[in-house]
Structures are given as structure tokens and as C-alpha cells.
T-cell receptor, first 116, second 109 residues
Framework: EAQVTQNPRYLITVTGKKLTVTCSQN?????MSWYRQDPGLGLRQIYY???????DKGDVPEGYKVSRKEKRNFPLILESPSPNQTSLYFC???????????????FGPGTRLTVL | SQQGEEDPQALSIQEGENATMNCSYK?????LQWYRQNSGRGLVHLIL?????REKHSGRLRVTLDTSKKSSSLLITASRAADTASYFC?????????FGAGTRLFVKA
């Protein structure tokens, strides 16, 4: 089954304790992305990756790191989490269409993070 | 930056009625997409419309795109209680993806 998986689904942690949220897709997609969703703000893009070893900042990258060492995986790293990073996080992936656009994005189920 | 903005923020209708949601954006796009989200769950892709297309249909969904006005609309015909969800438009800004804040649709049975 084609899917995007995220782990963990729920996480409660404390300020300053490094954490990693994993994301994996089995569709051989080039493009992967991380979003956070906060009430009333919709989804905001944190980082995206157009292929292995190619990553770029979205609109809200501060406090986050990513890496893309393999095509299928795109982990999100919070080196020193703070309470304002409490949010619902989504990973997504898609393929590129010829030219400079991409296709519909497939989303993971989300990770609900609480930072105390 | 928030490129896509949906209107209205919330919409309540009776089952069987049509629901129309609008999305405006600021910069040139290659494509515009509509997604649906059921309460705190993952997003499900509904329709993608390219910048050179004006209208697209999928089942009870109809999407229009007016690039001169930088706007799009999503029409759900003959709505059902199961259509109750939040609907988001998303546009590309280069290879970034910009989502709007969404329209919350409530369909009363």
C-alpha cells in the first residue's frame, strides 16, 4: 500500500530535550516536506526536500533541522524544543511533473507534539 | 507568508445543498490544489488544477481557477453529512507550498 508513515504519532516532552520525528514514504517520491498545523493558521511549511541531499527552508524553519540521506526518509529534528513548538506536524511527499511543478501531495497521519 | 486565503472561514449548510468555498492567492502559480481534513487527521488530496486550466471536475466536486484574479473556487454539489470537514487550498511558490487557513464546512443531516 502506498503510504507516508510518521513516528511517533503522539509525543510529550520537556523543553530542551532533543527529539526526532521520523517520516518515510514508499512511493519513490523525490519531493518531501514537513508542515506544522496550529489552530486558525492552517498548515505552514517548515522544510522541504527536492531530492536526496537537497533541502530548503519553508516559511517557519526556525528551531528545526532536517536531513535527506535516503530518498524514502525525511526526519524532522528539534535540537532544543520549546513550548511554542507544541503543534500538530505532518509529513508529505510527491513526485515532480515535467518542468517546474509537482503533483498532489500525500500526507502522513500526523504527529501531535507537546513540549512542556 | 500566507499565500492562499480561504473564504468563508466557516460554512454551515443543510444536506443536499451546494457548498462553495473560495481561495485567493498572491503570486504566480504552477498549480493550485484543494485538500480535505477531517478533525485533526491527515489531509486528503481532492483536486489539482494547473495554471493553464480553468475548470476541473471530480465526482461532486468542481474547481475553477481564474489566474487573472488570482482566485479559485471549490464547489461541492448535493452535500452530505460526511462532507463535514475542513477544506484547504494550497499553491506553489517556486517549490514551496503555501496553504490557506481553511474553510470549516458543517453539513447538517
Amino acid at each position: 500500500e502506498a503510504q507516508v508513515t510518521q513516528n511517533p504519532r503522539y509525543l510529550i516532552t520537556v523543553t530542551g530535550k532533543k527529539l526526532t520525528v521520523t517520516c518515510s514514504q514508499n512511493m519513490n517520491h523525490e519531493y518531501m516536506s514537513w508542515y506544522r498545523q496550529d489552530p486558525g493558521l492552517g498548515l505552514r511549511q517548515i522544510y522541504y526536500s527536492m531530492n536526496v541531499e537537497v533541502t530548503d527552508k519553508g516559511d517557519v524553519p526556525e528551531g528545526y533541522k532536517v536531513s535527506r540521506k535516503e530518498k524514502r526518509n525525511f526526519p524532522l529534528i528539534l535540537e532544543s524544543p520549546s513550548p511554542n513548538q507544541t503543534s500538530l506536524y505532518f509529513c508529505a511527499s510527491t513526485s515532480f511533473r515535467q518542468g517546474r511543478s509537482y503533483n498532489e501531495q500525500f500526507f502522513g497521519p500526523g504527529t501531535r507534539l507537546t513540549v512542556l | 507568508s500566507q499565500q492562499g486565503e480561504e473564504d468563508p472561514q466557516a460554512l454551515s449548510i443543510q444536506e443536499g445543498e451546494n457548498a462553495t468555498m473560495n481561495c485567493s492567492y498572491k503570486t504566480s502559480i504552477n498549480n493550485l490544489q484543494w485538500y480535505r481534513q477531517n478533525s485533526g487527521r491527515g489531509l486528503v488530496h481532492l483536486i489539482l488544477i494547473r495554471s493553464n486550466e480553468r475548470e476541473k471536475h471530480s465526482g461532486r466536486l468542481r474547481v475553477t481557477l481564474d489566474t487573472s484574479k488570482k482566485s479559485s473556487s471549490l464547489l461541492i454539489t448535493a452535500s452530505r453529512a460526511a462532507d463535514t470537514a475542513s477544506y484547504f487550498c494550497a499553491t506553489d511558490e517556486g517549490f514551496k507550498t503555501i496553504f490557506g487557513a481553511g474553510t470549516r464546512l458543517f453539513v447538517k443531516a
